[in-house]
């Protein structure tokens, strides 16, 4: 049977060593400040803004919340973002996607200013992603699954990785980001033919796809590591990933279960990320 690597283990020992390069910051007069930008009142991006700011308190970083309504104008949130840019208190900002203005939401992304996006919505961000140059930062939940593999001592030097989604949230930025730990990478999606045959060549699977239960014991190979990003809620109210575990379980060295997989470090990473934008605001 596969181990099941939780995520929690890695978000503590990101959190530790945050805490001691925050306290170095406080030091200098330094105060990393996370602004989190909530537009409407999603569930789940409440939910995901209360963890957010439950870790930076843990760590010692401040945040300022800015909420406007979901029927705020156009001028409310670029004026709002512009606020944050202005702002050298603020060193990092999450902005919450998806919008219901899909136009509105590029306008906001391309207005803010990528050395503050610390979740990878900016242009400028996803082009130092891609290039390995720029400011900006990947998207946490990308990043996320390297910081894993890292906890759990994955050497992803010369490892085949495979990949099923190609979004730039997830799919293509984390791609890039494997490539440059010296992987040799496959981006799949639910398109692929034979999806099953190529994912089993791979030492590392993510699934990333969007749709539960897609990879499953034809998708799985022994030894393999499978990252499973997904999340869905069942019709009983269970949350389930895009890995059919029981499937997977069996053949597999190890899985991230959902929830308390992947999705447990992310708000780690975000700190991380507001914090990087500190030290390189001293520098």
Avoid at 12 to 41: F, N, Y
Avoid at 123 to 129: D, E, F, H, N, P
Wanted: aromatic share 2%; hydrophobic share 45%.
């Amino acid at each position: 049977m596969a181990e099941i690597w939780k995520g929690a283990p890695a978000a503590a020992a990101l959190s530790e060593d945050l805490k001691g390069r925050t306290a170095q910051l406080r030091q200098w007069g330094i105060l990393p400040t996370l602004a989190i930008l909530r537009v409407g009142e999603r569930p789940d991006d409440i939910s995901y803004e209360t963890g957010a700011m439950k870790r930076c308190e843990k760590i010692g970083l401040g945040v300022k919340c800015f909420t406007l309504p979901s029927d705020c104008s156009r001028e409310a949130l670029l004026d709002t973002i512009r606020q944050i840019n202005d702002d050298p208190g603020i060193h990092g900002c999450l902005l919450f996607r998806p919008l219901m203005d899909r136009a509105l939401e590029a306008e906001a992304c391309a207005l803010l200013a990528p050395e503050k996006d610390v979740d990878g919505c900016t242009a400028g961000s996803l082009a130092a992603v891609f290039t390995g140059k720029g400011a900006g930062f990947p998207p946490c939940t990308a990043q996320a699954c390297i910081e894993l593999l890292d906890h759990y001592g994955v050497d992803l030097t010369g490892k085949r990785a495979v990949v099923i989604g190609r979004s730039l949230v997830i799919g293509r930025p984390v791609a890039m980001m494997l490539q440059a730990r010296n992987a040799t990478v496959t981006i799949c999606h639910t398109k692929t033919a034979d999806l099953g045959a190529v994912c089993r060549e791979a030492d590392i699977l993510i699934a990333a796809a969007g749709r539960a239960g897609v990879v499953g014991a034809e998708c799985a190979a022994p030894g393999q590591v499978v990252l499973d990003v997904g999340i869905h809620q069942r019709a009983d109210g269970t949350l389930c990933g895009d890995v059919d575990l029981a499937a997977v379980e069996p053949i597999v060295r190890a899985v991230t279960p959902v929830p308390g997989g992947v999705g447990a470090v992310t708000t780690a990473v975000l700190a991380k990320h507001v914090v990087e934008a500190a030290e390189a605001r001293r520098v």
